[in-house]
């Protein structure tokens, strides 16, 4: 079940910007490595940061 877009979208009134990460089994080891993550993770955790600082 999908529900990413309705998730979104309930924040969209709040926040400037919504970045999905999507689920990503090295996060739940304990210590996050970015370069344990898969390569869409990191990408969207590279928007996530940029989503930040466009907003300082």
Not at 13 to 40: C, S, Y
């Amino acid at each position: 079940m999908q529900q990413t877009p309705k998730i979104k979208e309930g924040f969209a009134g709040m926040v400037r910007e919504v970045v999905h990460i999507p689920f990503d089994p090295a996060i739940v080891n304990g210590v996050l490595r970015f370069d344990a993550l898969r390569p869409e993770t990191q990408r969207a955790c590279l928007a996530m940061g940029a989503a930040v600082a466009r907003g300082l």
